[in-house]
Structure formats: C-alpha cells, structure tokens
C-alpha cells in the first residue's frame, strides 16, 4: 500500500521569496515520486521524477526535491518564486512496473506581487 | 516524448445520458490509467485498462457505471454512464512512458 501526505493545503509567497511545498510518502516498495504541477485550466505538466538514482533531483523552471527516506519526504523547492509558479503542485507516488498514481491532495502556491 | 489525444475537451451533458471520452496515444502503450478529478480535488485512478484483457477497476468505482474499451495498444475510451450531478468531474486517461507518466489534456464534464 502507499500514501502521500501534502503538508499544506495553501502556501502563499512573495515573488522573489523561496518556496517549499512538503510532501511525505509511505510506500511499501522502493517507490518512484514525482511532482506535477496543473495550472489553471491546464493539463497536468510534470515537473520531475525521483527513481533511486540521485537523492536530489532537478526539474523543470528551476524546481528541485530531494528524496529523505528517513523522514519519508520528497519536498519540493525552488530558490526564488516567480508569478507564472502559480498553481497547484501535487506530490504523486507511483510502486513501480507499470501501475497506477497515488496523487496527494495537491498544494496551491499563490505568489504575490 | 509521448502525446496523447483526448477528447472532447469540454462537454455539458443531461442527467442520464452517457458520455464517452476518447484517447489517443501516439506510441504504444500496455496499460492506460484513467482518473477522475472532483471540483477542487485531487486526482483518483478509477481503472487500470489493459490492452486484450478487462480493465481493473478500483474501489468504488463499477464496470456498470465506467465501462472501459482497450481495442488496442494506442487508444482507449471511457464511457460514464446514467449521468449525475454528482459525475461533475475532469477526466483524464494517462500513460507510464520512460521519463514519467504523462497525461491527456482532460475532460471537463458538467451534467444538468
């Protein structure tokens, strides 16, 4: 069985700030995470993947998580926020071979001007 | 990296019509994911659709009311059937590629 966590509902920034979205897992295989993120009225876009090769791992726009598997965590952060990283950003656990997505309840950034 | 077709993007149907959300994958796949996505929810896998055999279904969620076809490795469809207010939703379908799953472009449905 897995599960993921998305600490906060809502996170609010000013442009310019850094952002931190926490997300913790429970899996019980060595799982694949993800991050995606869906702007308003938009598809799902993925913003990076973590599969057990670097514990830090880089996405798009300036992103990145890092893997804590002794805090089971997978938060995501970016140095510096910018008005565009509006959206919702969901934290998703995936088992491995081919199954399905476990999403988390999703997280709203709002960035302020 | 894989695309994938879904349509219509948008539909307002009647309550107890059926809808059926086509998708089109541009390589081949062997499993399609479709989920649902509740006004200001998350998303929740509603079946896993296997090409040749029956789809698998989760918890809550029934052939009757989700019928699901696989004809072959690069397209599926997903019918909602009897509609209700309650079936207000996005749907999506979703392929496991190399670099991470990727997911067609939704479909908003409204019932009235």
Redesign the interface.
Known sequence: AQSVTQLDSHVSVSEGTPVLLRCNYSSSYSPSL?WYVQHPN???Q?LL?YTSAATLVKGINGFEAEFKKSETSFHLTKPSAHMSDAAEY?C?V?PGG?????????TRLQVQP | SAVISQKPSRDICQRGTSLTIQCQVDSQVTMMFWYRQQPGQSLTLIATANQGSEATYESGFVIDKFPISRPNLTFSTLTVSNLSPEDSSIYLCSVEMDYGYTFGSGTRLTVV
């Open positions: 993800f938009k598809g799902l993925l993947k969901f998703v995936s081919r199954r399905a997505l476990t999403f988390g309840s999703g």
